[in-house]
Structures are given as C-alpha cells and as structure tokens.
C-alpha cells in the first residue's frame, strides 16, 4: 500500500532563516506530487505541483521554492523565512490516473516562525 | 481560475440531527469534487467525492450531491455522531490538459455535534 511522510512533524525557526522540508512517498511511481499551505483556521493554499522529477509549478508567487530530486520526493524550501510564512504545510499525492485522480495527504509539519 | 466558496463557517447540530454543507463553484469547466474532513491538528481525510457525470453518491451516513446547472454541490451527514465534530473542506478541480490535476478549496466549515 502507498503511504506519505513528511518532516519534521513541527518546526520553530527565526525570521530570516533558511527552511527546508521533505515529502516522500513509497509504494507509487510517478505520482503526482502537491504542497499545500494551511494558515492558523483557515483553507488550504495549493503552493506548487510536480508532475515528474524535475518538474515544479508554482500557483502563487512568494519566498518558498520547490524542488523534485527523485521521483518520490518532494522538498519544500525557503531561503529567508518570512513571519507570513507561518502555517501547516500539507504535502499530498495523486493516486490514479487523469480524471480519476484522488489526492492524498500526508501528516503535515507545523511550521512557527518568530 | 477557480473560485470555490463554502457555507456555512460553522455549524452546530444535536447528536442525531442531520448537517448540510454547502459549497458554490465558478468554472463550469470543473469535473471533480471531494470532500475533506479534518481533526484537530490533524491531515485532511477524504470522505467522499462525486464526478460530475453523476448527480448523487452516497456512502453510509454521508451523501453528496452535485447540481451542474447550478454550479453548487453539497455534503449531507445524516444521524450526527460526536465523532463526527471536526472541519469540513470542499473542493473543485477542472479538467486539464496536463497531467496535474490541481484542486481549489472552500475555506472550510466547522462542525460541532452537541451530545
């Protein structure tokens, strides 16, 4: 069965440093890969999606960054924290394909920055 | 893009009672809709999700049911269980022409079911 993690499971880091989280996924291959952003008691934000290694796209400009090193990895990262910044970052995959794709998400990681 | 809007907020039930939950889409060109639940500090869980060649689906308590001309879709939770408390999310994706299939999401209802 297909299972996804991410860490660290909580973060607390100062304004102006870097950051840098990790999302993988075992039991897939190829899967299409998504972060997302949820703010203290709000919705989620799509951040950026990956297609293959390799391949980001990013819905909304800001200081976070994506990258795709191997197939099932995904890595969520910032050079200088904003407070902004602060949330809870949802790395989901997509299981199956085109129009019947379900996405699934991971544990999070509950970012704090002060 | 698209635009998806959810109400209520928040919602409070009598256990036993039944919960609607609403949600408005804008892009006619959307063909898929989930619904999340999601616990206290917890990840969003997907309960159920509708397609838009159907106009209802049901899963033991919960049902959805999806009105194209409209725009509109709804999550309807029958004989609310404590365990049922949790946020709500709703969402829409389009079709693509790519192989992403990026989703946009209502900005969630909180349910309480009262003992």
Do not use: M
Not at chain 2, 9 to 38: H, M, R
Not at chain 2, 47 to 54: A, E, K, L, P
């Amino acid at each position: 069965s297909q299972t996804i993690h991410q860490w660290p499971a909580t973060l607390v880091q100062p304004v102006g440093s870097p950051l840098s989280l990790e999302c993988t996924v075992e039991g897939t291959s190829n899967p299409n890969l998504y972060w997302y952003r949820q703010a203290a008691g709000r919705g989620l934000q799509l951040l950026f999606y990956s297609v293959g290694i390799g391949q980001i796209s990013s819905e909304v400009p800001q200081n976070l960054s994506a990258s795709r090193p191997q197939d099932r990895q995904f890595i969520l990262s910032s050079k200088k924290l904003l407070l902004s910044d602060s949330g809870f970052y949802l790395c989901a995959w997509g299981r199956g394909q085109g129009v019947a794709e379900t996405q699934y998400f991971g544990p999070g990681t509950r970012l704090l920055v002060l | 893009g698209e635009n998806v809007e959810q109400h209520p907020s928040t919602l409070s039930v009598q256990e036993g009672d039944s919960a609607v939950i609403k949600c408005t889409y804008s892009d006619s060109a959307s063909n898929y809709f989930p619904w999340y639940k999601q616990e206290l500090g917890k990840r969003p869980q997907l309960i159920i999700d509708i397609r838009s060649n159907v106009g209802e689906k049901k899963d033991q308590r919960i049902a959805v049911t999806l009105n194209k001309t409209a725009k509109h879709f709804s999550l309807h939770i029958t004989e609310t269980q404590p365990e049922d408390s949790a946020v709500y999310f709703c969402a829409a994706r389009k079709r693509s022409s790519g192989s992403a299939r990026q989703l946009t999401f209502g900005s969630g209802t909180q349910l309480t079911v009262l003992p």
